[in-house]
């Protein structure tokens, strides 16, 4: 009976399977990033509170960011090029249940040196969720490649929104302990992540029992050389946009609680906003791409928004906080593309690409998060905002990029 089952299976058209699939699939995996990415942006949306009760200088507050990003930035790639030759469905909720583990550490922490191999723990489950949970959404696209991928970053950056919301709410008025409650979240994320897997794991059955090898077709005829170099363009692009993402997630509260004096709560609300801003703009990158090509968002996102920073130092409260929803909606825009270009570039490779570009990504945030520290100490947080503002102007070399769109027309 089994058996009969499995061939039934078996014989479904694939891309009526993705069809009937896509948007539970896609939505659920979105709602794993936003637990997973909600319970990591919990530690620097904390800062304020370590930095008071451990007497922690914006050095230190930047190692904690290092040692995070680091650690889910080094092992990425290589889980992503394991998991495309031997996928790993149920390393999803593992991966949940070390951010799980890092944060019921960080609760109990009772020095600098136990916060950083507490944030680790954190560090290594995102880097084993991203490239599986990349991989997922890739498959459940049903060719949609770029509005899989927002949907998926979208629940990232919603999460990363809802993170410093819900510690200023919880954690600030009470202290570091009740970081502890976000852990019963991580069971959640567990229970859904296992939803996905098995979905996941059902995929791989069918197309063992079919004896299919996915192969992507390459669409484009550049030579080796020119990927790489388009892969080095979008590397520097990445660069570009989590180094300024850094001085905003790590330091925005500190810049504004020394420029403008306002209270540690209120800091927080201005974060969300911003964050709230970086989840819609990412909702809107990918279908542009698909519709218009992803090299066009690309330069617009990342060149489009220099306007915008280079102001932000020089503005009124009022002003920071609505340049810095503009600055998210516009920057955020960018990684989705960015993502599906990459793969486009490297076609079959996704957990590899995926791991890749995560794992940078991550830490550039974490790079830039310790230089900006070190400068803050150096000058002042204002100063780290007034040459964050540059940053953008780097956008310019997209231009150097192929279109892969028109080469697709073309063959």
């Known amino acids: 009976m089994k058996n009969n089952s499995l061939s039934t299976a078996a014989v479904i058209d694939p891309k009526k399977l993705a069809q009937n699939t896509v948007f539970s699939i896609l939505f659920t995996i979105s709602l794993g990033h936003l637990i997973n990415d909600m319970l990591q942006a919990v530690i620097p949306a904390v800062y304020p509170v370590m930095k008071e009760k451990f007497s922690l200088s914006f ?8 040692t995070y990003q680091l650690t889910a930035s080094i092992l990425q790639p290589f889980i992503g090029f394991y998991t495309d030759r031997k996928p790993r469905p149920y390393s999803l909720a593992i991966a949940m249940g ?3 583990m890092g944060l019921i550490a960080v609760s109990f922490a009772s020095s600098f040196v136990n916060i950083l191999l507490s944030v680790s723990l954190i560090g290594i489950g995102s880097s084993i969720f991203h490239p599986e949970a990349s991989r997922v ?4 696209s049903g060719g949609k490649k770029g509005l899989a991928q927002s949907i998926f970053q979208l629940g990232g950056n919603a999460g990363s929104a809802i993170g410093p919301l819900l510690a200023a709410l919880i954690v600030v008025p009470y202290g570091q302990f009740y970081i502890i409650w976000f852990a019963l979240i991580a069971i959640v994320g567990i229970a859904v992540l296992s939803v996905i897997a098995k ?12 004896k299919q090898v996915a192969v992507e077709e390459n669409h484009h005829n550049l030579s080796r050389n020119r990927v790489i170099w388009s892969l080095g363009i979008l590397l520097v692009l990445i660069f570009s946009k989590y180094f300024y993402m850094a001085s905003m997630t790590s330091y925005y509260t500190f810049y504004l609680i020394d420029k403008f004096h306002v209270s540690v709560q209120e800091s927080q609300i201005y974060l969300f906003a911003f964050l709230g801003a970086v989840a819609a703009g990412t909702l809107i990158g990918g279908p ?4 218009f090509g992803r090299k066009y968002i690309i330069w617009i996102s990342i060149l489009g928004v220099a306007p915008f920073t280079l102001l932000l130092p020089y503005v009124s409260l009022f002003w920071v906080g609505i340049l810095s929803v503009v600055i998210g909606l516009i920057i955020s ?3 989705s593309a ?7 570039l490297v076609p079959g490779k996704v957990g590899m690409i995926a791991g890749l570009f995560f794992g940078f990504a991550f830490g550039m945030g974490g790079l830039g998060s310790a230089i900006l520290g070190k400068i803050a100490d150096n000058n002042s947080i204002e100063y780290v905002f007034k040459i964050c503002a540059f940053l953008p102007l780097i956008g310019v070399i997209t231009g150097f990029l192929p279109n892969l769109e028109r080469k697709k027309k073309v063959a």
């Open 288 to 291: 542009l791409g698909d519709r």
């Open 98 to 100: 070390f951010t799980m």
């Open 199 to 210: 979905w996941y794991q059902e995929q791989l059955v069918i197309k063992a029992a079919r």
């Open 333 to 335: 825009s960018a990684f």
């Open 338 to 344: 960015i993502l599906v270009y990459a793969t486009e």
């Open 137 to 140: 959404a890739h498959l459940a």
């Open 59 to 66: 050095t230190q507050i930047g190692l904690i960011t290092l």
